[in-house]
């Protein structure tokens, strides 16, 4: 599906259709992707995807989702997320995400999974800012970042095994495909446009850390710490965690200025 892409919205259809058609498929890989968010998925689970879902907000416009993904569990109501999904450098739109959360709420469903190139500086935080959910909400909100993704997916397949040789294979095809330069999952490539004006003046003895584009840095290189985790738990087939301050998983802002000091 890489070949012929033509522009960041196929990309984005097509990665969205090839990750739903397997977490359908494969369900070790929809366990691995999902238990970090609390749901149950086995052997009995029934999982459904579809792509671009269409719904009406209460305004009358009509928003169309990336996807949805409804997992059933024995005896239990059906636990229905809808997906916005970005790849390349394409960033995620906050205004969107909130169409969704609106929409989740008026169709009873129980949350959003974004799925983008931005990798969050810790879990369980968001990397988009801005995102409206009241609180005494049921809706919640999570992210993936392909890297994340792509790091599952190699633990799944390489070093706890699927026991279903025609789920091996598609969940390899699924690698494949991910791991292609025209797939639009990326892995971390730079330090962000400020890069070279705080290494200059770090150089030079004249970096201020009030410098907004100081914070810009120590954010990602708070972002690139995640990588190296996930990167090191995919060639090692560890689970990877980084060592986080009590503090700094209350206020993640505090950890990005304490970067910079």
Known sequence: PVIGSKS??????????????????VPPLTKSLFIKFGVRVSSKTQISTFIETAFQL????????????????????????????????????????NNYIEI???????????????????????????????SNSKISVFHLSWSSILTTAVMEKVYRGVDDPEQSWILGELLRYLEHPASG??????????WTTVRQAAREGTLSRRDESVLDVAY????????????????????????IPKKHHANPLLRTKDFAV
């Not at 990309?11 to 977490?23: C, I, P």
């Not at 469903?109 to 009241?134: C, K, M, W, Y």
């Not at 708070?222 to 190296?228: A, E, K, V």
């Open 104 to 134: 989740a709420r008026l169709e009873g469903f129980d949350g959003v999974l974004t799925i983008s190139n931005e990798l969050s500086p810790q879990s369980g935080v968001h990397p988009t800012a801005g995102i409206n959910i009241r």
């Open 185 to 194: 999952a990326m892995e971390f490539e730079d330090m962000g446009p400020n």
């Open 58 to 97: 209460k305004n009358g416009a009509k928003v169309r989702p990336d996807g949805l993904i409804s997992i059933k569990n024995p005896g239990r109501p059906a636990i229905t997320f809808l997906l916005e999904v970005k790849t390349g450098k394409n960033l995620l739109k906050v205004d969107q995400i």
């Open 220 to 243: 990602r290189w708070d972002q690139l710490s995640r990588f190296l985790s996930l990167k090191l738990g995919s060639e090692t087939g560890e689970d990877v965690q980084e060592l």
């Open 8 to 25: 960041s919205s196929e990309n984005e259809q097509r990665a969205t259709s090839a990750l739903l058609a397997v977490m359908e498929v």
